[in-house]
């Protein structure tokens, strides 16, 4: 196995599993106080609202467009580039005094007097009652695969590694969400989907841990169930280092590369990951530990000669 680093002694994770544990814990909670008092800014998709599609025959003045709004009353307007950099996407929320027509004719004609060339490629509109079933289905969606998760691993390893493992990823899931809650992000479909990539991603790096956790019983007998957790995790930093880089990386080149289109998606990949790596391993593993894991539920234990004789007819 490919190694970033050699470590020689076993890091002592689990003597500090109180304070990271209390540390996470008051994490969560700021994070639910957040979505209680500011609760998610909800974008078009789940409010309802008129998307506009613009195109122009030279590259698209992002800022100049949402100016030109701003000056229009449309303060709360999104604008993003879509596609191609010639392309723009303008997001309005429901305006009860203006129809859905009207607040599209309006918003073209301030752009087309603004910039003669701009071109309407087309307007949709979302209803409230499809982005209410919208956001409905969506925690719908994370509940289906929070359950999936917990089943997997019961079936895989053992019930106190499900419990551990949905804990430690629907952490990470209300801070990401606290996170947006608390700074305002628009949180859309796309963040969504981003949120449900992190709760498949925040589980293999459990499950990877788990793993190791299971071999280690096997082959520590002597060791206490301490030792072997913090063994599993030590021998498993080098890969959880090296695959978290790497995907960080393609993450931080969509964050700043990627446009409006992928920057909160990519912001919210990046507290996943950056929560994932710490719940994965200072959250799901104390929480195994604290439920009563032991090498008795992966390893029968022996039988003594004397036993084996009375078991004989």
Request: include cysteine.
């Amino acid at each position: 196995m490919l190694e970033f680093f050699n470590i020689k002694r076993d890091i002592p994770f689990m003597s500090y599993a109180r304070v990271t544990t209390m540390i996470s814990l008051v994490t969560f909670i700021l994070a639910v106080a957040a979505l209680s008092i500011k609760h998610l800014n909800l974008g078009v998709d789940f409010t309802g609202g008129t998307v506009m599609e613009i195109n122009y025959p030279h590259p698209a003045e992002v800022p100049k467009v949402r100016d030109t709004l701003t000056q229009i009353g449309l303060h709360d307007a999104a604008v993003q580039t879509f596609g191609t950099s010639h392309d723009i996407l303008v997001r309005l929320p429901v305006k009860p005094e203006l129809s859905s027509a009207k607040l599209s004719e309006k918003v073209f004609q301030a752009l087309s007097a603004s910039d003669s060339s701009a071109k309407l490629q087309r307007v949709e509109f979302v209803g409230p009652q499809v982005g209410k079933e919208l956001y409905e289905n969506g925690a719908l969606a994370l509940l289906v695969v929070c359950l999936g998760i917990m089943a997997y691993l019961a079936i895989r390893f053992e019930w106190r590694f499900a419990v551990a493992a949905i804990i430690a990823n629907m952490h990470d899931i209300v801070i990401i969400l606290g996170c947006f809650a608390f700074f305002q992000w628009e949180f859309s479909l796309t963040v969504l989907a981003g949120v449900l990539a992190i709760l498949g991603y925040s589980v293999n790096e459990s499950v990877v841990v788990f793993d190791r956790i299971r071999e280690n019983f096997r082959k520590m007998r002597k060791a206490s169930v301490p030792e072997i957790i913090d063994n599993a995790i030590t021998r498993t930093m080098s890969r959880t280092i090296i695959t978290h880089s790497m995907t960080q990386l393609m993450v931080l080149a969509m964050l700043f590369l990627g446009g409006e289109a992928l920057h909160y998606f990519a912001l919210a990949l990046t507290i996943g990951i950056i929560f994932g790596i710490y719940s994965s391993v200072l959250v799901a593993s104390p929480i195994v530990l604290w439920l009563g894991v032991s090498r008795e539920q992966f390893i029968k234990p022996e039988k003594k000669e004397g036993e084996e004789a009375e078991a004989l007819p």
